[in-house]
Structure formats: structure tokens, C-alpha cells
């Protein structure tokens, strides 16, 4: 988070009594919108704010969301968190906007202390060019007044109307065109274009054209904080960026850090992220720090980590969570319900009453489940309540499965927490199964129900010291996984067995079948690697012997 210091409790403050933004460059009635346009219009072309006093306490924010997800394919996503920015501004007032990226002049900071009152007060300063337009509009007068006095009428017709009339379109055109073409020709579009062009020389000045528009927003809201006489702050917020490839990801950190973060910009930036892959994203960009923790500490000024959800919390987010499906449900049906003849009512609204009891009871049972292995994170909860809904689906629809769904779906429920929550080690668990089932096979061993009351844990646990070998090779994979003491303790506490694997193996829809090959590639390797040191080495002991 990047807020400058003077901005920071007056944000919280107003974060805390907030009311509602309103409209921050029309806070007028509507009556006097004409007149108070017409006057901020003539300081901007005429006048240039100077500030002989620090601005008002007083403070309105502005929030913007941005999406850094949305500009991925651009080959300049960090130039999509300027456009966002030109876009919302130019979209609150684009009359205004466009006038002052004609004539607009930015705040001129005069403050000293003086013990006259009125040497400390704001003032409104003529521009220069002015003085020399009022100066000509003069002398053209008086010019005029002295043909009328000295020339006929009809040389006056005929000489000083087209005069006065080329030069009156001189100056209708040099005003009134740059501001028409401003209206019609926004600063997005303009970002937009240059966005997409591949040629090395615009890339070039690129940089140069986004600072430059930074600079006159920049400017704008000085404007108006000087005319209304409060700090106008932009909050923008910053999201979705951990989603994105890495040099992309420091394009963006890199466009907050120069364009946004001047002592002077009314800028605050949020970025809501996920700091662990934050930091493997810098550490794989090219020419960056090689320690990503530095370069976030470098250029965050406030951080604030959210603690982890309680159990009441997690709760209440389930609980969001399902009635929001359950709503989804209920609109999806009546949509189909109106398209259905009388004949087929009955059995669709029995039909829609079972699906729509779906997420409800899903809710009922994932809130039995232990606080400490229900994921704190919005998604992994969709993720495991669209998985049993989807399920159920399955099931009521005639999908062949051993499993009684009304007696076993508690434990159907935990079955899909542990696909969910340690996808890799029950890959594993799954392969060393199939394996220890494919030997048996081979050698025409019948174990039969021995072999399926084999608790999952007892597996893992033999089978562990072969994992622990091969954890270099699936680093990457083993991340997936949460805590493994819980890991542990949940097999423990569910007793899960070699039969619930055959019961849930069509239904674990939520685990990723291309884990398990991959082990099964990795733990094959190992096997061959193994049955040719066991095989060489009595040779050679042989050899030694004779």
C-alpha cells in the first residue's frame, strides 16, 4: 500500500464515517450548474492558481478498481492502471477535462509566512498571454472606431468585415478546436492506441506520453482541490496482479513506484495481493532484485497483512457463499420452469426442489468440518462447495457410483477437503495403491477385503521414506499442499481406507489426474533405478568372491 503520510489518517477517517462520495466537481445544485461551469471555465483558460496557504483539512477521495487482469494481453499492462485512472477521472467531468489539457495551468505553491492576512491568502493571477489577448482585442477596437471615423461605409464593408472576420475564426479555431478535439478524442483511446502499436520508436516515448498524462491529471485535481478548496485524493486499488506473468507483474509495481508515488501526486495505491507469489514474481523478472521480500519492503509503505480467518468468519463466508448458489439454483429453474409444459411441472419442481436443497445441505455438513481444515480463502471455498454441488448433480442424474449418497455424504464431504486441501500427497497415497493393487495382481494374490480396510494413513506412513527421496523432483507440487501434521491427523481422525478410494475414484472430480501420472512417471524412474543397483551389485560381489 502506497499512501503518503499526510493522507493516511485522514483516509481512515474518512473510511470510518463514510457517507457516500458524491459528486466531487459539481457539489452545487443543478440549478447553478451552467453559471459555476461557465466560471471554473474562464479561471482555467485566464487564470493561474496560486496557493499561499496549505490546503484545508477537508479532504474528498476518489476510488478506483483496478483489474490488472483485464489488460494481460496487452503488451503494456502497466499502462492499463493509467488508462483506468484517465478513464474514471475524464468520465466525472469530461468538459472540464478537456478544457484544461488545453488551457490548464497547475497549482503555483507560494507559502511564507507573513504577518499581513492578506499576503497569506489564495489568489487567482492573470496569465500572461491574457494581458497581450486583451491588449490586441484593444487596439483591434480602437483600430475599428478610427475607419469608421476616417472610411466610407463601403470601404469599412468591404475591408474590415473580412478582416474581423478571419481574425474572430483565427481565434474561434486556435480555442474551441483543441478542446472539441479533446471532447471527442479521450485520453484512454489515445493510451489505447499507442498500447497496441508494435514499433520500436513509439515504444520509445511511450513511457514519456503515459508521465506526461499522469502529470496533467495530476494537475486537474490540484485545480479543482484549489477551486473547491479541499484535497482532492485518488484511492486506486490495485487487484488481481498475482494472477499475472511475472514481467507483467513488476511492469505494474515499477508504473506505482515512478508515475504514482510523487510527493505531491494525489495518488494512494492498495495493492491487494498475495505476497508469496508477489515475491517469486520479482525474483523470475528479468534485472530485478533476487530477493523479492527487499523489493516489497522497498516500495510499500503501509503494509497490512490480513490475519486468518476465525472459525466464525469462515463460517459466515460459507455460509455467503451457499445461499448464493442456492439463489443462482432457484432463478436457473424458474427460467426453465417457464419454458416447461403443464404435463412435465410436477416432476421439475420436485426436481428443483432437490437441487435447490443441494447448497443448504452441503453448508450443514462443511460446517462440522474442523476450523483448522477449512481453507481461509474465498476461492479454495467456492472451489469446494461447487464440487459437491456438482456431485450431487452427478449423482441425481443417474451417474453409476458404489456409494450411498444419503448415508456416506458426510464422508464424501471430507473426501473432497482432503482432494482439496493436499492434492499432492493424496496423488500419492492414490499411486501407491494402484501399484500395491497391480502387484498383486501380477503375482495372483487374492487379498480381497483384507487389503481394502487398509487404513490410507498406514500406506502413507509406509510409504513415506520413499516420498521423502523424491521431494526435490516435486517441490513445485508438494507447495500445493496445506500443513502435513494436519495432513496426518485428518487421515487419523477420518480413517479413511483402501475402500473409499474405490468408492470416491469416479467422484473426486476436484483432484487434478495429471499429479498422480506425474508421480507415477517420477516413482517408476526410481523403480527401474532400483531394480538395476539390486541387480549389479550381487554381480560384482560375485566377481570379488572368485
Not at 499502462?79 to 497547475?106: H, N, P, Q, W, Y
Not at 489564495?122 to 494581458?131: A, D, I, L, P, S
Not at 484535497?231 to 511475472?246: A, G, M, Q, R, S
Request: hydrophobic share 40%; net charge neutral; proline share 3%.
Amino acid at each position: 500500500m502506497n499512501t503518503p503520510a499526510k493522507h493516511s489518517q485522514n483516509l481512515s477517517l474518512y473510511l470510518a464515517s463514510h457517507r457516500g462520495i458524491g459528486d466531487l466537481l459539481y457539489p452545487f445544485q443543478e440549478s447553478d450548474l451552467l453559471i459555476r461551469l461557465f466560471c471554473i471555465i474562464i479561471r482555467m483558460v485566464f487564470f493561474i492558481p496560486v496557493r499561499k496557504k496549505p490546503q484545508a483539512d477537508d479532504t474528498s477521495y476518489i476510488f478506483i478498481n483496478f483489474s490488472a487482469w483485464e489488460y494481460v494481453g496487452s503488451d503494456h499492462t502497466w499502462a492499463g492502471l493509467v488508462t483506468t485512472l484517465c478513464d474514471v477521472i475524464e468520465k466525472r467531468d469530461r468538459i472540464l477535462m478537456s478544457v484544461f489539457r488545453v488551457f490548464g495551468s497547475e497549482v503555483k505553491v507560494e507559502i511564507k509566512e507573513s504577518c499581513n492576512k492578506k499576503e497569506n491568502e489564495n489568489k487567482w493571477v492573470v496569465k500572461t498571454y491574457m494581458t497581450c489577448l486583451l491588449c490586441t482585442f484593444l487596439l483591434i477596437v480602437f483600430l475599428l472606431l478610427l475607419c469608421l471615423i476616417f472610411f466610407s461605409r463601403d470601404t469599412v464593408v468591404n475591408i474590415l468585415i473580412p478582416t474581423g472576420t478571419a481574425i474572430s475564426t483565427i481565434y474561434v479555431t486556435g480555442f474551441a478546436f483543441p478542446v472539441v478535439k479533446n471532447l471527442i478524442f479521450t485520453l484512454k483511446g489515445k493510451l489505447e492506441k499507442e498500447m497496441n502499436r508494435k514499433d520500436f520508436s513509439s515504444q520509445l516515448g511511450f513511457m514519456h506520453n503515459v508521465k506526461t498524462e499522469v502529470e496533467v491529471i495530476t494537475n486537474f485535481l490540484q485545480f479543482m482541490a484549489f477551486y473547491k478548496q479541499k484535497e482532492i485524493c485518488v484511492v486506486l486499488k490495485v487487484t488481481n496482479l498475482d494472477i499475472c506473468t511475472p514481467d507483467k507483474v513488476v511492469g505494474v509495481l515499477d508504473a506505482m513506484n515512478i508515475l504514482l508515488s510523487d510527493k505531491d501526486a494525489p495518488f494512494i495505491s492498495i495493492l491487494a495481493v498475495d505476497p508469496s507469489i508477489m515475491t517469486e514474481c520479482i525474483e523470475k523478472s528479468h534485472n530485478m532484485f533476487s530477493n523479492g521480500y527487499e523489493y516489497l519492503n522497498r516500495i510499500i509503505t503501509l503494509p497490512f497483512s490480513l490475519p486468518q480467518m476465525n472459525k466464525e468468519t469462515k463460517l459466515h463466508l460459507l455460509q455467503k457463499i451457499t445461499r448464493s448458489k442456492g439463489r443462482s439454483e432457484r432463478q436457473h429453474n424458474n427460467n426453465v420452469n417457464h419454458q416447461e409444459n403443464n404435463s412435465a411441472e410436477d416432476s421439475e419442481r420436485s426436481h428443483t426442489y432437490n437441487e435447490q436443497k443441494i447448497p443448504i445441505e452441503a453448508f450443514q455438513y462443511l460446517k462440522k468440518i474442523g476450523n483448522e481444515y477449512m481453507p481461509g480463502n474465498n476461492i479454495q471455498m467456492k472451489r469446494i462447495v461447487n464440487t459437491l454441488i456438482n456431485i450431487r448433480l452427478m449423482i441425481s442424474m443417474g451417474f453409476q457410483t458404489e456409494v450411498e449418497t444419503e448415508k456416506n455424504f458426510e464422508v464424501l464431504v471430507n473426501w473432497v477437503i482432503l482432494a482439496n486441501n493436499w492434492p499432492c500427497r493424496l496423488s500419492w497415497i492414490l499411486q501407491c495403491v494402484e501399484d500395491d493393487w497391480q502387484r498383486n495382481q501380477l503375482s495372483e494374490t487374492n487379498v480381497g477385503s483384507q487389503e481394502d480396510a487398509n487404513l490410507l494413513l498406514d500406506i502413507y506412513n509406509n510409504n513415506s521414506s520413499e516420498l521423502d527421496k523424491i521431494k526435490t523432483k516435486i517441490e513445485k507440487l508438494l507447495e500445493l499442499d496445506g500443513d502435513p501434521d494436519l495432513f496426518r491427523n485428518f487421515l487419523k481422525t477420518k480413517k479413511f481406507t483402501v475402500k473409499h478410494v474405490k468408492q470416491f475414484s469416479n467422484l473426486t472430480i476436484n483432484l487434478d489426474s495429471s499429479l498422480k501420472r506425474r508421480l507415477e512417471l517420477i516413482r517408476s524412474m526410481n523403480g527401474i533405478t532400483s531394480d538395476k543397483l539390486n541387480q549389479t551389485i550381487p554381480h560384482e560381489l560375485c566377481d570379488e568372491c572368485q
